[in-house]
Structures are given as C-alpha cells and as structure tokens.
C-alpha cells in the first residue's frame, strides 16, 4: 500500500473510532423532569429568572434545581450562601441560572452546554456595599454520573449527580414530570463584548437591560431582587435623600420660628 493510502487508511479509522467514543446514548426517560433538593424553595422555570423584566427571584431557602426534557434540553437554577470565615455576621450569596442542551456520553456522563448569551448571576455581599453585581453568566459542566432511582426510604423519585471530580451533589428529588422550564430556545440576542464567566467571576454586563434603561425603559424590581437595594432598602422621597429633607426641613423651621418670635 502506498503512503498516500496508507494515511487515507489511517485517517479514516481515526475518525470512524472517535465518531463511536464520542456517540452520544439515547436520552434516559427517568432523567426527564424538575428535581430540587430538600427544601424544595428552588425550582428552574419562571418562579426563578424572569428573562423579560431581567430579574432573578430570590427564593426563601437556599437550594439546587435541575430540569431535563426528553430530548436534550436542561435549565438549571442555583441559590447558595457563602460563608465569610473572617466575619462570619456577613455571609454572601449568589444566585445562578443558566439553560442549554445535554448529552449523556456513553460513560455514562452528562455533558452541560448552556446558550451563552442567557445565563445570568446576582452576587449579594452587604458587607462590601449596598449595591449587589448583576452579571452574565455561562459555564459548560461535566456530570461525571447520575442516578435516577426511587428512593425506598421517602418512597420519592431521586436524582444522584456527582462533579466532574466526582465530588457528589445534593440529593435531588423529583418535583415535576414533565419539568417546569423556561423556553428551551436562546431568550437573549447574542451581543458582541460578552465575557464567559465562571461560578465564582462572571464580569459580563447586561447590555440588553442598559439599552432598555437608555430609551427611558423603567423595570419596577421588588426590593430582594433589586441589585442596588440588596444590601438595604434606600429610602428616597421625589429623588431626595431623608438627609436632605431632614437638613432642608431643619432650616425652614429655625426660620419660621424666627418670624414668629419677632411677629408676636
């Protein structure tokens, strides 16, 4: 045989065996649904991110949420607490969402491919500031495996995930079938200048939500959601601070006081 054959040959056989480590399985019908862990306050879908008015939903207790489809398509949400060793009065919190396709590898992995542009990530540190970062946010992961079984013990459907590192996750546990989920399509235009941002450092700026505010757009966000108000509620009165009304008020009634002293 020829060189040239031979490397044809070669290539050939290169390709055809990373094409069958690469096959992707048939998607597991037991994986189908949404599960969340104990406290059962976090739940993926419209009661966790609102795409349209741009807000992340805080909810009541921390927690975990994965949504599969049967055919490839996963939403995830995340609420954690993280905890400040130096001054452990002033934890922290953060607040992912992100959505995209899956595959089950034949190992038995799950591989995590989210859309980029629609990700999003609220960090709260109200030792730091009052204004939290609202931040995109996309972060491809590997589920090293799973388990779908039934717990005997609860008599609950349970989701066993585990890192890439083989680190487990929290038990999860069945919630809806088929699952609550957003639109398994892009929510957001994708935008030049976005940054890819990991769990801990997404640095990317919500360019839609700035060119709503641009053309006078006005987003009313309740307090617990709104990045600039997480730290406290600031008390404002027609676009004064108290402190001016308070300082303004004390001289009208020092003056005021005054004229009635000399009227009477």
């Known amino acids: 045989m020829s060189p040239s054959r031979r490397w044809v040959a070669s290539t050939v056989a290169a390709l055809l065996f990373t094409s069958c480590v690469t096959q992707e399985q048939s ?11 104990k406290s059962a306050k976090v739940l993926t879908g419209p009661g966790f991110y609102d795409p349209v ?17 049967k055919d490839g398509f996963y939403e995830e949400a995340y ?11 002033c ?22 491919k989210p859309f980029p542009p629609d990700g999003r990530q609220l960090l ?21 495996k799973y388990e779908a079984l039934l717990d005997t013990y609860n008599d609950m459907q349970r989701l066993n995930l ?9 038990p999860m546990w069945l919630a809806f079938r088929p699952p609550e989920m957003l639109p398994t399509t892009t929510l957001a235009p994708k935008e030049t200048g976005t940054v890819s941002g990991s769990r801990s450092d997404a640095t990317a700026t ?19 959601l709104d990045p600039t108000r997480r730290g406290g509620p600031r008390s404002t009165w ?19 006081g005054g004229i009635l002293f000399f009227c009477f």
């Open 27 to 37: 998607y597991d019908p037991k994986l189908e649904g949404t599960w969340s862990t």
């Open 53 to 69: 008015s741009e807000k992340l939903i805080e909810p009541a207790l921390t927690g975990i949420s994965y949504s599969f489809t």
């Open 79 to 89: 609420y954690r607490a993280i905890s400040n060793p130096t001054k452990p009065t």
């Open 91 to 112: 934890p922290s919190s953060i607040l992912q969402w992100q959505h995209g396709r899956y595959s089950i590898l034949p190992n038995s992995s799950i591989q995590l």
């Open 124 to 144: 709260s540190d109200p030792c730091q500031g009052t204004a939290s970062i609202y931040t995109k946010y996309h972060q491809a992961e590997l589920i090293l």
């Open 162 to 170: 585990y890192a890439w590192d083989g680190t487990p996750v929290n």
């Open 206 to 224: 919500t360019g839609a939500r700035s060119k709503r505010e641009a053309e006078g757009w006005h987003i009313k966000t309740p307090r617990s």
């Open 238 to 256: 027609h676009g004064l601070r108290w402190v001016d009304v308070w300082f303004w008020g004390g001289i009208g009634l020092t003056g005021a």
